[in-house]
């Protein structure tokens, strides 16, 4: 199964109930609260993530099987887990970054 999770939008300004994921870098907001899944992100200048995720906007899709979504796939991040019971992982397809997001355990799956 795969179906859609969020969009992720690179921005440089700072927005209103940012989160930090310091291990990417990132801060995050606005998926908690958008009706169409619509992710905010800005990146510290030292952030390890590729350019590609920085400048591109990415479309996310909840997957049930990361390991047959990833096969046969430009990998542009490996599986992690960038908090408990989440894996995510991105791939390139056509130039675009493409977000995988697979839950375990009892996790709201509206969040990540």
């Known amino acids: 199964m795969r179906k859609y999770h969020h969009v992720g939008i690179p921005t ?3 927005r209103e109930n940012e989160s930090y994921l310091s291990t990417a870098g990132v801060y995050h907001s606005g998926f908690e609260t958008s009706p169409y899944g619509i992710e905010w992100m800005r990146f510290d200048p030292d952030s390890p993530l590729p350019d590609l ?3 591109v906007a990415h479309v ?3 997957v049930d099987d990361m390991e047959s979504e ?3 796939k430009e ?3 490996e599986p992690n887990a960038p908090s408990e019971g ?3 992982a991105f791939i390139v397809d056509n130039g675009a ?3 995988f997001i697979e ?3 009892e996790e709201d799956l509206t969040e990540h």
């Open 12 to 14: 440089a300004n700072p």
């Open 53 to 55: 995720v920085k400048t």
């Open 60 to 62: 996310a899709f909840e």
């Open 70 to 72: 990833l096969e046969g």
């Open 75 to 77: 990998v542009l991040i």
């Open 86 to 88: 989440v894996t995510v």
């Open 97 to 99: 970054p493409v977000e």
């Open 103 to 105: 839950f375990s355990g």
